[in-house]
Nanobody, 123 residues
Framework: QVQLVQSGGGLVQAGGSLRLSCAASGRTFNMYAMGWFRQAPGKEREFVAAISWGGGSTDYTDSVKGRFTISRDNARDTVDLQMDSLKPEDTAVYHC????????????????WGQGTQVTVSS
């Protein structure tokens, strides 16, 4: 009922910046929050950031605070993740996600998922 389509990502050197975008379509009226997760090879999927649609309140994992910024465009049903001061440890496949119940940090808190996009940060 809801589709999430991602764009952005790529390869940058450490200290560089990238912007990821996630556009929602379909039955989006019941979307409560959207977030970003990432998964590096051999590691579990990790929460990165989330934002509530209504009030725009945000939540970040400690490792990205001060470097990443999540934002939303309610009119376009789009959420962005601006990533600055990128580090090699940020290298992962990034997925956007949508939640219908609440803004959480767990994989199971989210109901819809984007296709994923690779972010690679070289030393």
């Amino acid at each position: 009922q809801v589709q999430l389509v991602q764009s952005g990502g790529g390869l940058v050197q450490a200290g560089g910046s990238l912007r990821l975008s996630c556009a929602a379509s379909g039955r989006t009226f019941n979307m409560y929050a959207m977030g970003w997760f990432r998964q590096a090879p051999g590691k579990e999927r990790e929460f990165v950031a989330a934002i509530s649609w209504g009030g725009g309140s945000t939540d970040y994992t400690d490792s990205v605070k001060g470097r990443f910024t999540i934002s939303r465009d309610n009119a376009r049903d789009t959420v962005d993740l601006q990533m600055d001061s990128l580090k090699p440890e940020d290298t992962a496949v990034y997925h956007c996600a949508g939640a219908t119940r609440f803004r959480g940090r767990k994989y199971s808190d989210y109901d819809y998922w984007g296709q994923g996009t690779q972010v690679t940060v070289s030393s």
